[in-house]
């Protein structure tokens, strides 16, 4: 492995500093699954890694009880959002995907940020957090700035960051009322692998919790980029969520799904599957939002 110098900024300006005074010679390095697997493999040779791990404040989510908005700093290990009770009980989206991640031992090091910035269409993280509207924070020499994450992935290992610039966090809006979601990762075998399709589906229903107020279907492995597959979430929204309409919305992802052949599986199949994945994962996000609504109620009483 080339030899390189490791930098441990304390905060982000100083961490941005120190990355435009290196240039093309510096590489940012948060938990480092990714980076110094690449650098292993002669696919990256930088001078100087530029640690954002001691950077305090985006290592953890944190709920804004005021707005109802959740943050999740880019920092936090998949592990630590896998732990947490809120991402579980509120989200389990999310928790759907981050927990089949790699292994306990990845989780405890990677990070949501990396797996994000990476930009591969097999992300699971990215999936679940498109579904639920999140925003990416990016800060940079111009200051702060936001994308909708569903617009931060420009191509395979491409994202909208400009030189210098971090994702910091992403920021998830209030969940409407009689919200429910689910995401699988679909593969050959239940072990350590890139997934060949990921599935997110997150429905909020109307008060008689048959109706579909709102659809988000949203596919990774399935186009260069993850994606929402946005004909098929206006099929569902104001038709009764059930297995006919869903299984209808599943055929029309699968048709706007941009599959092909590879290692992983041939295009046929997968297009196949992600109308399976759709319906199936639709039923389960409203199982959900019924279940949420319940807790709500109780909680009412």
Not at 139 to 154: A, I
Request: glycine residues 10%; positive net charge.
């Amino acid at each position: 492995m080339t030899p390189f110098n490791y930098l441990v900024p304390k905060t982000l300006d100083e961490a941005i500093s120190l990355l435009v005074s290196h240039g093309e010679r510096a590489k940012y390095i948060a938990g480092g699954t990714d980076v110094l697997v690449k650098i292993k493999e002669g696919k990256l040779a930088p001078d100087y890694l530029i640690s954002l791990k001691h950077i305090i404040g985006q290592d953890r989510p944190f709920l804004n009880h005021e707005t109802g908005e959740l943050y999740i700093g880019a920092f936090c290990t998949h592990r630590s959002i896998e732990q947490s009770t809120l991402i579980q009980h509120q989200y389990p989206i999310l928790y759907d995907a981050i927990k089949n991640i790699g292994s306990v031992q990845i989780r405890n090091v990677a990070t949501i940020g990396g797996n994000l910035v990476n930009a591969v269409p097999s992300a699971d993280g990215a999936i679940p957090l498109i579904a639920l509207d999140a925003k990416a924070h990016i800060y940079g020499t111009k200051g702060q700035r936001s994308v909708e994450l569903r617009r931060f992935f420009l191509g395979p290992g491409q994202c909208d960051l400009e030189s210098g610039e971090i994702l910091t966090e992403v920021v998830i809006p209030p969940l409407a009322p009689r919200t429910g979601g689910a995401y699988i990762k679909h593969g050959r075998r239940e072990a350590m692998e890139l997934p060949m399709l990921g599935v997110g589906v997150l429905l909020s229903m109307k008060e008689d919790l048959r109706t579909c107020a709102k659809a988000r279907i949203c596919l990774g492995v399935a186009a260069p980029t993850p994606f929402r597959a946005l004909e098929a979430e206006k099929h569902l929204v104001g038709k009764t969520v059930d297995e006919a309409n869903l299984s209808e919305a599943g055929r029309i992802a699968g048709q706007e799904s941009k599959v092909r052949d590879s290692i992983r599986g041939v295009a046929w199949y997968r297009r196949e599957m992600v109308g399976v994945l759709v319906k199936r994962m639709g039923l389960k996000a409203l199982e959900r939002a019924k279940e949420r609504n319940k807790e709500v109620m109780r909680t009412e009483d």
